[in-house]
């Protein structure tokens, strides 16, 4: 047994509370090394009474590592805890200091989780995991105000540039709701709606007030309302890593220099303000001048921004924020957003833009859940750019899992495309038997998945300004076959809890192999889901007890018999099986 590869500590993703009575423990061990694990648990104050070996599960792996976990319900919500591994005749405790191979006589040197203290515990909104959500590029969406268009506007459907306006607005996203909800979709995720001088608004003016070419306070009002007749809830997107070259504030230092009475709203590094050779002379997002970083440390801009997220949600009812460019804020900042938004709604739903592993985000004081990049990524590695096998898939979404606690997990956004990436179908080439297996992945996955508007009519798009096109409202110019199909999709997850929330078993999934079949179960549900990811027609073959099975989209039974399920899949072909009962 390789003991340097063994790993755990307390708290983080190794040891926390998924509920007020639920503690989950986890451990690393070399993959392959360790055949059986158990957690060796009891009470620190009443160990002999209350001591307990616990079988723990091979959850998931990565490339070098197996991930074990158990889950433990100590009666006085503490718990004190060590290891027991086992491979053939070698065993091994483990303790908070050594490797022994007596069992410890006393529990003193074993590892402590102190209290479940309820208010420690990360608890992301319920509604989040149940969620399906639709992502709104205002812009671009629908024109359903011409009075209030821009100057210069363009003809519906044009050729969108970096600085082209088309007059899409919050009337037209009123205006198509009807879309939305034969969809079925229950939350839409707006980029910013505020005042700024871009199409993409992401350079804000006044952070109090809608932006004017998209409507008013009232209007936005009249949306959320609408939304939520329909059981759509509705997210904003807060700027507050950097506001824009009109913001007043930043007017006011350009004008007044060292005298303005806002010069430490920003982080300037020399007077007067300029940009030399590229770079300007204060902070901004990225090297773009049009955007000055706020120092979200100083008081004043820390109460302005703060006072903006209550705003918004007591006016006009909104459902949460998603943070752009949420990790170049202080985490201070975060945790005040937390507790100011969660107390004019607990049920705010609060998503950072992270496109990386974001751990010290999400350990329950600042957010939700991230836009979960890494996931798109390894979804696009294995169905569209093929540089992963089905064996490496299965590891990059293993070491996604174990990185962070469950609830986190449960409540990620998970995303395949966005405003800023090319959409899915051209990054699929044109293929949409691909990109319905990549969204298969997506709908069958833990978290809360989120298409952007207008991939599930057909519309393609290169990188930025590409993927920023009118809305396609004309049904003959709409793929209709591929609504229907996302359409179905979100349905079938609707209908069945185990692909939202259940555990997550991968059941076969070879080096070098493209076909995938995967378990969702959670308590006595449980369903298979098969994955061809192959240009040529592929039986997947899983060991099950003999039983009949269902596929959610063509409504085909197939019988497991002598202990084995047999499929065959068309090229890129997929079946979500439900047991017949
Ligand atoms: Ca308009």
Known sequence: MQLEAVYHRPKLNWAYAYDEKTIHLRLRTKKNDVSEVFAWTGDKYAWDDTKELIPMERACS??????????????????????????????????ETDFLQERPKVPDRLFDFPFINPVDIFKAPEWVKDAVFYQIFPERFANGDSSLDPEGVLPWGGKPERDNFFGGDLQGVIDHLDHLTELGVTGIYFTPVFEATT??????QDYMKIDPHFGDKDTLKKLVDLCHERGIRVLLDAVFNHAGRTFAP???VRENGEQSKYKDWFHIREFPLNVKDGIPTYDTFAFEPMMPK?????????????????????ETGIDGWRLDVANEVDHYFWREFRQRVKAVNPDAYILGEIWHEASPWLQGDQFDAVMNYPFTDAVLDFVVRGTLDARQFTEAIGRQLSRYPRQASEAAFNLLDSHDTPRLLTLCEGSKSKMKLASLFQ?????????????????????????????VWEEENQDRMLFDFYRRLIEVRKSNPALRTGSLHFLQAEAGGTTLAYERRLGDESLLVLLNNDATIQTIQVAQPDGSWKDEFTGEVYEAKRGRLSVKLPAYGYAILVPVK
């Open 443 to 471: 709908f069958t996955y833990p978290g809360t998945p989120c298409i952007y508007y207008g991939d599930e009519i057909g519309m393609d798009g290169e990188q930025d300004p590409d993927c920023r096109k009118c809305m």
């Open 62 to 95: 990565d490339v070098m590592f197996d991930y074990w976990e158990c889950e433990v319900q100590p009666p006085f919500r503490r718990l004190k805890y060590g290891f027991l591994l086992k491979n053939g005749d070698e065993a091994w405790w483990m303790t």
């Open 294 to 314: 706020l120092n979200t440390e100083h008081p004043e801009v820390k109460e302005y921004l703060l006072n903006v997220a209550e705003y918004w949600i007591k």
């Open 199 to 204: 199409n993409h608004k992401y350079d804000t």
């Open 250 to 252: 930043f007017v006011d």
